[in-house]
């Protein structure tokens, strides 16, 4: 994710659990590598933990480097290991990392329709996971909150369901901001009646064993612990999309 534009050095100092880990993703993106599968649909894993049944529904996770994966091999991404986890389960998916490391809400709703059309197989269902990068840049949450409904608003459009993973900003913001930015993700939520996740990053919060050196991303085993406390949301949000087919 990006360096951000805005001085963040003193969330380095602070003693609140969330503003230790979000700085940390203001110091990541001039070396963040491209994304380890583009955009256009290639599949998130190779070889995932359980095979992928060849009828499988597409879930499509589209977001920035917590999904694309940053600095973890393909096959431990999140979307890499949620497939695995839910076909583990008997629960058939096919999970595509449409995830761009440094990407904001902005850049996101540019590339949406590319990403989109560039699908061999209509996605049943959407996950988006966007926002973390405006925070760390101080860019207005009514941007942040307009951008998120283009996005939801065209996936709408094309008969996508989407559930949304949540993202918190940083305390050191200020009140105001947190106020503005915070109830973003449950407002869009209830607005398209899409399933939340409120916050992607809250099972590895302040847990250096399950993070990078950045003390933000997850690593490996984050990346397990994120998917065992949502892939049975997926699931429910999936076997609804189903339903509406």
């Not at 955009?39 to 999904?67: E, H, K, M, N, R």
Request: proline letters at 10%.
């Amino acid at each position: 994710m990006r360096r951000s534009s805005i001085a963040l050095a003193p969330v380095l100092v602070l003693a609140v659990p969330l503003a230790l880990p979000l700085a940390g993703l203001a110091g990541c993106s001039q070396k963040a590598p491209a994304p380890e599968v583009v955009a256009t649909g290639a599949p998130a894993a190779a070889a995932a933990t359980a095979p992928v049944p060849a009828d499988a529904p597409v879930i499509l996770a589209f977001g920035d480097s917590l999904y694309a994966g940053y600095q973890l091999p393909p096959t431990d991404s999140y979307p890499a290991k949620l497939e695995g986890a839910l076909n583990a389960e008997g629960v058939k998916a096919r999970v595509v990392n449409a995830g761009v490391s440094g990407d904001t809400t902005a850049a996101a709703r540019q590339r949406l329709a590319f990403t989109l059309d560039n699908q061999p197989v209509k996605p049943t269902l959407a996950l988006v996971g966007l926002g973390g990068n405006d925070m760390l840049r101080g860019l207005p949450p009514a941007e942040t909150r307009a951008n998120l409904d283009a996005i939801l608003a065209e996936f709408q459009k094309r008969k996508i369901p989407v559930m949304l993973t949540g993202m918190l900003a940083a305390p050191n913001l200020g009140a105001d901001y947190v106020k503005a930015f915070n109830p973003i993700w449950p407002s869009l939520a209830r607005k398209y009646d899409a399933p939340l996740v409120p916050f992607f990053l809250a099972p590895v919060l302040g847990q250096d064993k399950l993070l990078l050196e950045d003390h933000v991303h997850p690593n490996t085993q984050g990346v397990e612990r994120i998917v065992a406390a949502t892939k049975d949301e997926v699931a429910k949000a999936l076997k609804a999309a189903e339903a509406r087919k």
